[in-house]
């Protein structure tokens, strides 16, 4: 992620309507939104699903000298490769079946403003030669035709995953990779800023009290601690619909444990893997097994040596997805770095990052 300097009282680091959070993470993205605005730059935003990339992409847009113009955004792992092409370039009537008439595209549609491309990762090759070819010349031909039309339309593009893992497994074009990648900017985790989900929880609760004629305004002591202890895999997208489920089902003015899902009440445990998709229960599994086969008796250091070789593991798969970024890990962990440099020297993992 490019980092940018900048003090939390000065302008570039202010507040920006539509975004949430006062923390270290959040006041740098303000920075960083306000200074790329101004320019025509591409803009790469990366991270998990449900971070507020669209958020970004539409303060972008609004803070930019293109504010006035249009804001378009596309899906592109909605649809399949030739329903895309036809949505982000149009058509022309008789190029395809059900092609009845012709169809303006979305690049046409964002002249003079802005495209937000989505899960721009699910593009298939052919797409992205055509994307490439709109970033570096402006011009492209609707599907069926010609006839060349230029734009001028501004790029944001935004992923869930890491492209460079996609350029390496050659799903993903190195050339507009590079393209896109003018200025990246790295939405982190919900966990990595646990500090807003006070703000966010008013914010939302504020918001569907409203919108539901409710009046949910207190928040119970064991509930707000659940809050922040939750490892939110879903973001500040799960994080919403919590609250909006909480608001619906009170029966009261106060947002209580009992209100949350089992699995933040401590009735379903889970620990998941962040970023894997799979879960450490298995994995948790095995060292406690292999810790007690392995236990003498009288052994009172179990306990500590298998959660030490739980750390471990967990904290070395996460390297490993993560390229060795520390930076990055720590976020995906809910840790700060200076955190994850103490546990790496702590389990002697310096030397295998």
């Not at 395809?96 to 298939?124: K, Q, V, Y």
């Not at 008013?202 to 064991?222: G, M, P, T, W």
């Not at 620990?271 to 450490?280: E, F, K, M, Q, Y």
Request: glycine residues 8%.
């Amino acid at each position: 992620m490019l980092r940018t300097p900048g003090q939390h009282g000065d302008e570039t680091s202010s507040p920006i309507k539509g975004l949430i959070g006062s923390g270290p993470a959040m006041m740098e993205i303000y920075a960083l939104t306000r200074r790329v605005a101004v320019s025509n730059a591409s803009v790469l935003l990366v991270g998990e699903t449900g971070t507020g990339k669209e958020l970004v992409a539409k303060a972008i847009h609004q803070l930019s000298p293109r504010g006035s113009g249009p804001f378009v955004r596309v899906n592109c792992g909605a649809l399949s490769e030739s329903l895309l092409e036809s949505e982000l370039f149009g058509h022309v009537r008789g190029s395809f079946t059900g092609a009845i008439a012709n169809r303006t595209g979305r690049f046409e549609a964002a002249h003079t403003g802005t495209i937000f491309l989505d899960e721009i990762n699910s593009t298939t090759p052919k797409l992205q030669v055509k994307l490439l070819r709109v970033l570096q010349e402006r011009e492209f031909e609707r599907v069926g035709d010609t006839e060349t039309i230029r734009v001028d339309t501004r790029v944001i593009a935004a992923s869930n995953r890491e492209l460079l893992d996609e350029v390496a497994k050659e799903n993903f074009r190195e050339d507009l990779y590079y393209r896109l990648n003018v200025v990246p900017i790295y939405l982190p985790p919900l966990r990595a800023r646990r500090e807003d989900i006070p703000l966010l929880v008013s914010h939302f609760l504020e918001h569907y009290n409203e919108a539901n004629d409710r009046y949910v305004v207190h928040i119970q002591k064991e509930a707000a601690a659940a809050l922040a202890k939750y490892h939110w895999p879903g973001n500040v997208r799960e994080l919403q619909n919590v609250i909006e489920r909480c608001v619906v089902m009170a029966t009261g003015d106060e947002l209580t444990l009992d209100l949350l899902p089992p699995v933040m009440r401590g009735d379903r445990p889970t620990v998941s893997l962040p970023g894997r998709g799979g879960d450490l229960d298995s994995l948790a599994r095995d060292l406690v097994e292999q810790g007690m086969a392995t236990a003498g008796p009288g052994d009172e250091n179990l306990f500590d040596r298998i959660v030490s070789r739980v750390e471990r593991e967990l904290i070395a798969q996460m390297l490993a997805d993560c390229n060795g970024v520390q930076l990055k890990a720590a976020a995906r962990l809910g840790i700060n770095r200076n955190t994850l440099r103490k546990k790496l020297q702590e389990h002697g993992l310096e030397e295998a990052e």
